[in-house]
């Protein structure tokens, strides 16, 4: 069986699973994937490389690899590889959807962590696939995105809404950039749609088909003056203990000076270097790129008092001011909570049955109190 529980390390409640008679870290679920069947799917863990690298662990000959996979189905085939902490699904096939558990281990460590994989039959409007907003009126760029494990054969071609003819490149308001970037000149809400990189790629001298799909919508109202993209307001940012947060603040300028905007980032209405993360966090200088700037709020290390915490981007020239507000959630933060509820639960225990014992004193001592005290009064 396996069992979870919580030890505490330092300042952080660190979760645990018994696999068998090791106890492993419990690396929070990594972000669902979503394919198409037929393709070359590379699954990778970025939230073990992350805790791998904060812990600072030695991977070497020592260490073990080891996935389980639930499928939902219950037929198996070849196919499926393990090579340097990712799966390769050659081709992916729609049995391959489930989740994928792995363990890895050596003599002096053990982490262990899940993704969810959906590979569908064929592509259509009601597949999950990542989402891109943009306005109306400016140039708009895509990225064909995980391309670098790949030995590519070719650049993308790019096509819209699952149609067989792709995009006229070149031609009108698309160009491609730097081979895996599409630019749509002067975007507009016609331009609404599902766009897909498609290449054939090499791996083990067998050419496979690669595609990624982005989900484009536009937003009707042009500006002449400048707007957060990124964070949205109300949103959450979510990571797990011990990591290493960075968090872009995105403004579109418009047709306003870069260079005569501010942005700025604020800790629980605090600017960064006074509030209480001030030790640990710092925000990088003004980045500018054609009417798009940049300013990030890098947490060297998310404690678990960080769970909660406000985060709030301004944006402010001399035509008007801007606020949105985003929040640091932590996978971990319930559990933790359970069991730190659960230690003041006994807590409260000892002090009941103490007090309780209290109440039992004999009965003459009880009323010499009691008459000391309305004699006092």
Same mark, same amino acid.
């Given at each position: 069986g396996v069992t979870s529980f919580q030890r505490k390390s330092g300042q952080n409640e660190v979760a645990l699973v018994v696999v068998g008679s090791d106890s492993c870290v419990l690396v929070g679920p990594e972000i669902p994937d979503y394919r198409v069947q037929g393709e070359a799917v590379i699954i990778r863990f970025p939230f073990l490389e992350d805790a791998i690298n904060y812990r600072r662990l030695r991977v070497d000959?020592? $260490?073990?690899?080891?996935?389980?996979?639930? =499928?939902?189905? *219950?037929?198996?085939?070849?196919?499926v590889m393990l090579t340097e902490r990712r799966i390769l699904l050659l081709p992916s096939h729609p049995s391959d959807s489930g989740t994928y558990t792995y363990i890895f281990r050596s003599d002096t460590f053990c982490l262990t962590g899940s993704i969810t994989v959906m590979i569908y039959e064929e592509e259509e409007p009601n597949i999950t696939v990542m989402p891109y907003t943009a306005r109306a009126g400016e140039d708009t760029d895509i990225v064909c995105p995980h391309l670098k494990y790949f030995k590519r054969s070719e650049n993308p071609k790019w096509y819209k809404d699952f149609q067989s003819t792709a995009l006229p490149i070149g031609k009108g308001q698309y160009t491609v950039e730097r081979g895996i970037i599409l630019a749509i000149k002067?975007?507009?809400?016609?331009?609404?749609?599902?766009?897909?990189?498609?290449?054939?790629?090499?791996?083990?001298?067998?050419?496979?088909?690669? $595609?990624?799909?982005?989900?484009?919508?536009? =937003?009707?109202? *042009?500006?002449?003056?400048?707007?957060?993209?990124?964070?949205?307001?109300?949103?959450?940012?979510?990571s797990h203990l011990g990591a290493r947060l960075v968090i872009q603040c995105m403004v579109s300028v418009g047709n306003q000076l870069a260079q005569s905007t501010d942005v700025t980032w604020m800790v629980n209405d605090q600017s960064v270097e006074n509030s209480y993360l001030g030790g640990r966090a710092f925000q990088t200088d003004k980045s500018i790129s054609g009417k798009h700037l940049e300013v990030q709020l890098v947490i060297l290390e998310l404690l678990e008092e960080d769970n909660g915490t406000e985060l709030k981007c301004v944006c402010q020239n001399e035509v008007q001011k801007q606020e949105v507000v985003t929040q640091i959630k932590l996978e971990d933060s319930e559990s933790v909570w359970l069991v730190g509820a659960a230690a003041s639960?006994?807590?409260?225990?000892?002090?009941?049955?103490?007090?309780?014992?209290?109440?039992?004193?004999p009965q003459k001592p009880r009323d010499y109190v009691l008459a000391r005290q309305d004699s006092t009064m």
């Open positions: 000959s020592s $260490s073990s690899f080891h996935v389980r996979h639930s =499928s939902l189905r *219950s037929e198996r085939r070849d196919g002067n975007i507009s809400v016609k331009d609404e749609g599902f766009y897909t990189c498609r290449l054939s790629v090499i791996f083990n001298n067998t050419q496979y088909n690669v $595609s990624r799909t982005w989900r484009v919508q536009v =937003s009707a109202s *042009s500006h002449s003056f400048a707007y957060i993209v990124f964070p949205a307001n109300g949103s959450f940012i979510e639960s006994c807590f409260m225990l000892v002090v009941c049955v103490f007090a309780y014992h209290l109440c039992q004193r």
